[in-house]
């Protein structure tokens, strides 16, 4: 096929649902799943807000989930520093 035939047939053929999913394909691609997270990353930055907008209610609760895990350690830990405070005291007196 010459070059215009491939853009014809492209043109004639074109959907939508077909670039979408070429666009997150190439997104996923470009996505370390390492060390790194969305936070310090820019194509994970992008691929989290290309996401969000498809998975609003499911992102929604793991961050829910996570900032519940992050108050009960938080919480965990004040308690432990009272405890360790109040040796240190006992200790110092």
Same mark, same amino acid.
């Given at each position: *096929?010459?070059?215009? +035939? ?10 939508? +649902? ?7 394909? *190439? ?23 290309? *996401?969000?907008? %498809? %998975?609003?209610?499911?992102? $929604? ?12 350690? +938080? ?10 405070? *109040? ?5 110092? $007196?």
């Amino acid at each position: *096929m010459t070059d215009v +035939e491939v853009v014809k047939h492209f043109k004639k053929n074109f959907k939508k +649902e077909i670039f979408h999913k070429l666009i997150r394909y *190439m997104l996923i691609k470009q996505v370390h799943f390492g060390e790194s997270n969305h936070v310090n990353n820019l194509t994970n930055t992008s691929f989290y807000n290309a *996401m969000q907008g %498809y %998975y609003k209610s499911k992102i $929604d609760g793991i961050q829910k989930e996570y900032s519940e895990k992050r108050d009960k350690r +938080e919480a965990r830990l004040k308690e432990r520093i009272a405890v360790l405070e *109040m040796k240190i005291q006992e200790l110092n $007196d």
